[in-house]
């Protein structure tokens, strides 16, 4: 059971607090803009909600700081010398017009060719970009589904790539779904698979509460290293968070 969100200031700061069905107050600092959130038990009110995060705000501040200290990609042209990333790893990007459909090339650890048609619109050249990073993710992700669904003991009724602003995955436990970010495609792989297990221990345990971080304290013992190697992962020209 949720309650509705909503905001309260705290010395300056601006703090999403959502009500849940969880024993303990929990208090998060997310990327890329040290967007401030805390979920509180059904029972605490917004005066101990209050107390709690002026007992943080020196941390808040450090969080804060590193984020904006965060690189970032700038909007995405498709012209030869951008950077582009493939599971982590930076390249260089080099266009070489040619007739025909576009296609994506490696022809060596620091070098990503596009292939594409002179007269293709940059809006052109990113689609044709995006439809290789969902394939190349949906081969990623079809094994590791499969992996950690026999593992946690879950089945999925279904799981599709999106394009989403606000969350590297999500998981709608009542119909046994979950989406993942087309961005992922970019990140470690590490970073990839502690998204999938983060949103297939949704079905087991909707909320972020304490049965759910044993479930992946349990798994996968160094989810929080994975979390934190995502958060601090180049950003891209958009604000991607989780």
Known sequence: MNTDGHQIKVGGVTVQVVRKAIKNLHLGVYPPNGRVRVAAPLAVNDEAVRLAVVGKLGWIKRQRARFDSQSRQSAREMVSGESHYYLGRRYRLRVINQ?????IQFPNMSTMVLHIPKDASPETRIRVMET?????????????????????????????????????????????????????????????????????AHLIERHHNDRFVAIMDKHLPHWHLHRQELNAAPLGNENWIY
């Open 99 to 103: 007739s025909g459909p576009g296609r």
């Open 132 to 200: 290789w990073y969902r394939g190349q993710l949906r081969e990623l992700l079809t094994p590791l589904i499969d992996k950690w669904q026999a593992a946690l003991g879950v089945q999925l009724s279904d799981w599709s790539i999106k394009k989403m602003k606000t969350r590297w995955g999500g998981c709608n436990p009542d119909a046994r779904r979950i989406w993942l970010n087309l961005e992922l495609a970019k990140k470690p792989i590490q970073c990839i698979e502690y998204i999938v297990v983060h949103e297939l």
